[in-house]
């Protein structure tokens, strides 16, 4: 695929979000007899923004691996586990009234932990050739049952008590101009650094050669090892960089939450499985998961604005909307083309 491609394809995928959101609130307000200024508020974006946040720092993380040809179906069981431990740290600093330094030390350890646990749950993908699935699947369930069994030791209770949430940035005199002021400049901060994660990540996997590398790592990993590149060295790099961004992502779902929840699938809630959906839509490009993420946050937002302005519909109809996107964009935008050695332990031949 062309650079002229994917620009054609990654803009056609944000204006395809834009057009389903608006599409389906136009058809609400049509059937409802609401006005869409309404239904899309600036309120309504910033709120999916914040949503899209864990969902596309998981998905880039989640892209990463398997561009290297390694398949980590365990980021939400990362996501969980950095959920929990952006709790835990956030209390053991702050108690129960944390300051905004806290919080932000919170997500760094979060991420720091997150880390460490994926280069054992790397070794055993890499080095003994574990297999990806049942490895991921592995981590989901551990993460489901370890954290709320955290919970329960640090508070008697599966979920948190009420902790702190960051603060956003607002920037006086832009965050006064016309919807854009509110959007941009009245923001989470969490927000603005996720932009800046996904331009930094496309940057290095298509201008740079180490990019190069993670790219030659899933499709030709033979001709990168010829090349005189340890094939092993870069897939542990990704792997362990997919787990830190998945904890990265819980970390800053906790964040915006402000508490932590262990009932049912955990506060996480699927937003793991929702990141490989992403990067699968987006074709495994940074800023197509991204849209893709946001598309999610979008049509998830959906179901609380609707709740707002009184429209009576099922929670678990609209929770369906991102799923049922998904299966219809891909049918008709065309197929995600997965790398070739997906899955493929690399043995060298040295």
Known sequence: ??????????????????????????????????????????????RSLEMATPIALAAIGGLYA???????????????????????????????????AHVWLAIAGSMAITACLTVAFAALLIRYKADQIVAGLAVWFIGLGF???????????????????????????????????????????????????????????????????????????????????????????TVIFSGAMAGLGGAVLLAHAGNFVGTGDTMTDGRGWIAIVAYLFGNYNPVGAAAAALLFGALDMLNVQFQTVGIEVSSRLVNLLPYVAVLVVLSAWGKTRMPSSVG???????
């Not at 954290?147 to 008697?156: K, N, R, T, Y």
């Open 344 to 350: 493929e332990p690399y043995e060298s031949e040295d």
């Open 147 to 237: 954290a709320p069994f955290v919970a329960a030791m640090i508070w008697d209770s599966r979920s948190s008590p009420g902790l702190a949430s960051v603060d956003d940035v607002a920037v006086p005199g832009l965050r006064e101009l016309p919807v854009v002021g509110s959007i941009v400049f009245d923001q989470s901060p969490l927000v603005l650094l996720t932009v800046v994660v996904v331009a930094v990540a496309w940057v290095v996997l298509y201008r740079t050669r180490y990019g190069y590398w993670i790219q030659a790592a899933g499709e030709n990993p033979e001709a990168l090892d010829t090349a005189g590149i340890d094939v092993d060295r870069v897939r542990y790099a």
């Open 66 to 100: 398997e561009k290297s040809g390694v398949f980590n179906i365990g980021l939400e069981g990362f996501m969980i586990v950095g959920a929990i431990a952006a709790a835990g740290l956030l209390y053991g600093l702050g108690g129960t009234s944390p300051t905004q």
């Open 1 to 46: 695929m062309s650079v002229a491609d994917r620009r054609l394809r990654f803009g056609g995928l944000v204006a395809l979000a834009a057009v389903v959101v608006i599409g389906l609130g136009a058809v609400a307000s049509t059937q409802f007899d609401i006005a869409l200024e309404r239904l899309i508020t600036v309120g309504f974006v910033n």
